[in-house]
Each structure stands twice: as structure tokens, then as C-alpha cells.
């Protein structure tokens, strides 16, 4: 079962530096050990789509949805725009 985290700390700061400023976060849910230290979802307070900034920072639609990679990770949108989920690259 996950749980809603609301913002705080240094990694919550760290991953905001990694998202678009327009991108409103409301929280992120916590997986289930031992999924913890390599996936991530992302609650946004309000849906989101790329704009012609973001595209030139790295996101790219790849066949139903839009997503990035960046330092280590993979992120991509859900169909809705309202969650954002990550998994670290190994």
C-alpha cells in the first residue's frame, strides 16, 4: 500500500530542481519496500503537458505518453496529467 507525502526535505527540493517550474507538485507517493529507492510517483496539483520550453529540455512523446530522462532517471506522464512516475536507470 502507498502512501501521499506531502513536500518537504532535500530530496523534495532536489526534484523539484529537475521538474519544469510550471509543473504544480502536490506530493509523492511512497512504494512499498523494496521498490522505494527506485520508483516514484508524483501527485501534480493540477494536470500538465509539456510546452515548447519543456520539449527542448528533453521531453519527447513516445508513442501514448510524454516522458524525459534525466540524471539517472526516466520520467513519464500519466495519460491524464496528473501523476508523474519515475524509475531509476540501472
Not at 502507498?2 to 506530493?27: F, V, Y
Not at 513516445?62 to 520520467?75: D, I, K, P, T, Y
Amino acid at each position: 500500500m502507498s502512501e501521499l507525502l506531502m513536500p518537504a526535505g532535500r530530496l523534495w527540493q532536489r526534484l523539484r530542481r529537475q521538474l519544469p517550474a510550471d509543473m504544480a507538485l502536490a506530493g509523492w507517493w511512497r512504494w512499498p519496500r523494496p521498490l522505494h529507492d527506485r520508483r516514484m510517483s508524483l501527485q501534480l496539483a493540477r494536470p500538465w503537458s509539456p510546452q515548447p520550453a519543456d520539449l527542448a529540455g528533453g521531453w519527447q512523446w513516445q508513442g501514448r505518453r510524454w516522458c524525459r530522462q534525466w540524471a539517472g532517471w526516466c520520467w513519464w506522464l500519466s495519460a491524464d496529467g496528473r501523476r508523474l512516475y519515475a524509475c531509476r536507470r540501472h
